[in-house]
Nanobody
Framework: QVQLVESGGGLVQAGGSLRLSCAAS????????MGWYRQAPGNQRELVAT???????NYAYSVKGRFTIPRDYAKNTVTLQMNSLKAEDAAVYYC???????????WGQGTQVTVSS
């Protein structure tokens, strides 16, 4: 089993920046991909960004150029640096991890991001 603990989140003005962090524990040697998903009220959970064990990243089109997803393999953490935030970025953000490179097997508890216009 893998446990994911998120930190960060909160209220930010549109155009501002926010950083989310996620620390993994447990069977961390089994983790391949880590990433972030988000879910806004009334919407399905959607991919924001992922990074695999080789450092390859994948971003949702809506966040490209604004968000980055650095990963510290030694500390087993992944960060979501969010810049130029928009109202439509407001959602609950979930840290995610998968044993392989494609599927997600573990989820964090979620952290709220609110963007005021």
């Amino acid at each position: 089993q893998v446990q994911l603990v998120e930190s960060g989140g909160g209220l930010v003005q549109a155009g501002g920046s926010l950083r989310l962090s996620c620390a993994a524990s447990g069977r961390i040697s089994s983790i391949g991909v880590m990433g972030w998903y988000r879910q806004a009220p009334g919407n399905q959970r959607e991919l924001v960004a992922t990074i695999n064990s080789g450092g390859r990243t994948n971003y949702a089109y809506s966040v490209k150029g604004r968000f980055t997803i650095p990963r510290d393999y030694a500390k087993n953490t992944v960060t979501l640096q969010m810049n130029s935030l928009k109202a439509e970025d407001a959602a609950v953000y979930y840290c995610a991890a998968g044993i392989g490179s494609a599927s997600i097997d573990y989820w964090g508890q979620g952290t709220q991001v609110t963007v005021s216009s």
